[in-house]
């Protein structure tokens, strides 16, 4: 790095820790104590994004991971269930990312309160698996929620109605981060106020951000000091996220001195999953590789089934001490993100985020589990919502399983245009959910409405243009067939 480069850099580190003492001063007392640990975290992700110019790995040292390093679940699942699992439970803490908003499904509010199944929501599904598995194995099993500035409000107002429920539930707020000019690079809020002018101002800087969160929220030691030994990570709008005994005894069966520190729950792609991390071998280490830190010319190559067959569901277990440790010696290490988003007056930010399974390379004896499908059931978008509310899935204590009816283990592939983007509208277009069970890919587009008791099988493509509308009849039957023009049916 050149000399110029070198003053540059220094010059916008010292512009910015100015900056953010000047933020400081806004606060009051308690809230500066909080924002200046979220500070710490920030100065020193800022300054790496500093140092840190190109792509992130070198395409040509990446390899495969070893055979061993990547477990196929059922191997584990062979070893069987000790007499006394309940002993590995009480070591057992689950962890849900509830950091998120349902914007992206036209809903206010935190996306765990979106209503999934039979008027449940994500969390009373959460809530329901854990109490199950506290009353069945006679245990204590805490739930643990990080939440983010923008959901902790309305999460906590929630929590109230589950105080009567076998579960323990606590929370923790996961570090509130400024966003940044993109030009000046210096912060765009005026105050650590977060509504007018700094509304947008602020940003909670990915799940990485787990590991000094729990740890500075003091959750971390408490649990710790009650015999913890395991969290559970997953993302809340995972419906197939839930705790796996067998994984968990595979875990606490291992030697003292050759402790696994952390599992990834991978599983195959498909074409669907083109896009998710995957992981690599990459300096003795095993590593998470995300589509961000590819370069342009081998975003092809990475997107292949071929070449990375497995991705990262989010599913990870990871031990508490483990963490602990590495936050006291400061050696948590995980890849920058650089997100750039357009505020709504056109400004361009950046915002600097991490990964939480980037942090496998800083763990001992970190391991991959190629786990079956079923774990991974994520509701990002109303198409999701669709298979999960039909008769595809059966609902048994939170946990949500395929029909035994399904001739095929596989799930249909379904797209719904953008009239159904938002869940209200999508409500209002299904009399009531049809029959699935037979499918195989379902694409609608445009005005289209669903009347009672409708079954759809094979292949189903439905197709309003512009001006019209398809109404599908109550009752009908569509198999393989493509439906296109105009079909109203009124209410006479």
């Not at 520190?261 to 003795?284: C, H, N, P, S, W």
């Not at 070449?307 to 006291?328: C, D, H, M, V, Y």
């Given at each position: 790095m050149t000399e110029f480069e070198q003053k540059l850099r220094q010059q916008h580190e010292d512009s910015?820790?100015?900056?953010?003492?000047?933020?400081?001063?806004?606060a009051d007392k308690a809230e500066a104590e909080v924002s200046r640990k979220d500070f710490n975290g920030f100065k020193n992700l800022f300054h790496r994004f500093l140092q840190v110019k190109g792509p992130s790995v070198e395409w040509a040292r990446i390899n495969r991971p070893p055979e061993d390093s990547i477990q196929p679940y059922d191997r584990i699942k062979a070893k069987g269930l000790p007499n006394n699992i309940t002993e590995c439970l009480r070591k057992l803490v689950v962890v849900k990312l509830n950091g998120g908003l349902g914007t992206s499904m036209g809903c206010k509010g935190p996306k765990s309160l979106i209503s999934v199944r039979n008027e449940n929501t994500f969390l009373d599904l959460t809530v329901q698996q854990?109490?199950?598995?506290?009353?069945?194995?006679?245990?204590?099993?805490?739930?643990?929620?990080?939440?983010?500035?923008?959901?902790d409000e309305d999460t906590k107002k929630i929590l109230q109605k589950y105080t009567h429920h076998r579960v323990k539930i606590h929370t923790f707020n996961q570090s509130r981060y400024p966003r940044i000019n993109k030009e000046s690079l210096l912060p765009i809020a005026t105050s650590m106020g977060m509504s007018g002018e700094n509304a947008e101002a602020w940003y909670p800087p990915g799940h990485g951000d787990i590991y000094a969160s729990f740890y500075n929220s003091g959750l971390l030691d408490k649990l710790l000091s009650e015999g913890r030994e395991y969290i559970f990570v997953s993302n809340i709008d995972n419906l197939g996220a839930t705790v796996d005994l067998f994984i968990l005894h595979h875990l606490m069966s291992q030697p003292a001195d050759r402790r696994c520190e952390f599992i990834m729950e991978v599983t195959d792609k498909t074409r669907a999953d083109v896009k998710g991390g995957t992981l690599i071998q990459y300096e003795d280490h095993l590593r998470l590789l995300e589509i961000a830190q590819v370069p342009k010319a081998h975003v092809d190559e990475f997107k292949s089934v071929t070449k990375f067959k497995i991705f990262n569901t989010n599913n990870l277990w990871i031990s508490l001490p483990a963490i602990r440790r590495l936050q006291e010696e400061n050696c948590m290490d995980m890849e920058i993100i650089v997100n750039p988003k357009?505020?709504?007056?056109?400004?361009?930010?950046?915002?600097?985020?991490?990964?939480?399974?980037?942090?496998?390379?800083?763990?001992?004896?970190?391991?991959?589990?190629?786990?079956?499908?079923s774990r991974f059931l994520p509701v990002k978008t109303s198409s999701d919502l669709l298979l999960v509310m039909s008769n595809l899935y059966s609902l048994d204590a939170g946990s949500l399983t395929m029909s035994e009816k399904r001739e095929f283990p596989t799930t249909p592939h379904v797209k719904l245009g953008s009239s159904f983007t938002k869940v209200q509208d999508f409500l209002t277009r299904f009399e009531n959910i049809p029959?699935?069970?037979?499918?195989?890919?379902?694409?609608?587009?445009?005005?289209?409405?669903?009347?009672?008791?409708?079954?759809?099988?094979?292949?189903?493509?439905?197709?309003?243009?512009?001006?019209?509308?398809?109404?599908?009849?109550a009752g009908a039957m569509l198999e393989n067939k493509i439906v296109s023009g105009n079909l109203r049916i009124l209410d006479h």
């Amino acid at each position: 790095m050149t000399e110029f480069e070198q003053k540059l850099r220094q010059q916008h580190e010292d512009s910015m820790l100015r900056e953010l003492e000047t933020l400081l001063t806004t606060a009051d007392k308690a809230e500066a104590e909080v924002s200046r640990k979220d500070f710490n975290g920030f100065k020193n992700l800022f300054h790496r994004f500093l140092q840190v110019k190109g792509p992130s790995v070198e395409w040509a040292r990446i390899n495969r991971p070893p055979e061993d390093s990547i477990q196929p679940y059922d191997r584990i699942k062979a070893k069987g269930l000790p007499n006394n699992i309940t002993e590995c439970l009480r070591k057992l803490v689950v962890v849900k990312l509830n950091g998120g908003l349902g914007t992206s499904m036209g809903c206010k509010g935190p996306k765990s309160l979106i209503s999934v199944r039979n008027e449940n929501t994500f969390l009373d599904l959460t809530v329901q698996q854990i109490e199950h598995l506290n009353k069945k194995f006679n245990t204590d099993v805490p739930l643990v929620l990080m939440n983010s500035f923008n959901t902790d409000e309305d999460t906590k107002k929630i929590l109230q109605k589950y105080t009567h429920h076998r579960v323990k539930i606590h929370t923790f707020n996961q570090s509130r981060y400024p966003r940044i000019n993109k030009e000046s690079l210096l912060p765009i809020a005026t105050s650590m106020g977060m509504s007018g002018e700094n509304a947008e101002a602020w940003y909670p800087p990915g799940h990485g951000d787990i590991y000094a969160s729990f740890y500075n929220s003091g959750l971390l030691d408490k649990l710790l000091s009650e015999g913890r030994e395991y969290i559970f990570v997953s993302n809340i709008d995972n419906l197939g996220a839930t705790v796996d005994l067998f994984i968990l005894h595979h875990l606490m069966s291992q030697p003292a001195d050759r402790r696994c520190e952390f599992i990834m729950e991978v599983t195959d792609k498909t074409r669907a999953d083109v896009k998710g991390g995957t992981l690599i071998q990459y300096e003795d280490h095993l590593r998470l590789l995300e589509i961000a830190q590819v370069p342009k010319a081998h975003v092809d190559e990475f997107k292949s089934v071929t070449k990375f067959k497995i991705f990262n569901t989010n599913n990870l277990w990871i031990s508490l001490p483990a963490i602990r440790r590495l936050q006291e010696e400061n050696c948590m290490d995980m890849e920058i993100i650089v997100n750039p988003k357009t505020l709504d007056g056109g400004l361009n930010v950046i915002q600097l985020e991490t990964a939480v399974g980037a942090a496998i390379k800083s763990f001992k004896n970190a391991m991959g589990v190629n786990v079956p499908r079923s774990r991974f059931l994520p509701v990002k978008t109303s198409s999701d919502l669709l298979l999960v509310m039909s008769n595809l899935y059966s609902l048994d204590a939170g946990s949500l399983t395929m029909s035994e009816k399904r001739e095929f283990p596989t799930t249909p592939h379904v797209k719904l245009g953008s009239s159904f983007t938002k869940v209200q509208d999508f409500l209002t277009r299904f009399e009531n959910i049809p029959d699935m069970l037979e499918l195989d890919h379902l694409t609608v587009s445009g005005d289209v409405t669903f009347g009672k008791n409708v079954s759809l099988k094979g292949t189903v493509i439905i197709i309003a243009n512009h001006g019209d509308r398809i109404d599908i009849p109550a009752g009908a039957m569509l198999e393989n067939k493509i439906v296109s023009g105009n079909l109203r049916i009124l209410d006479h």
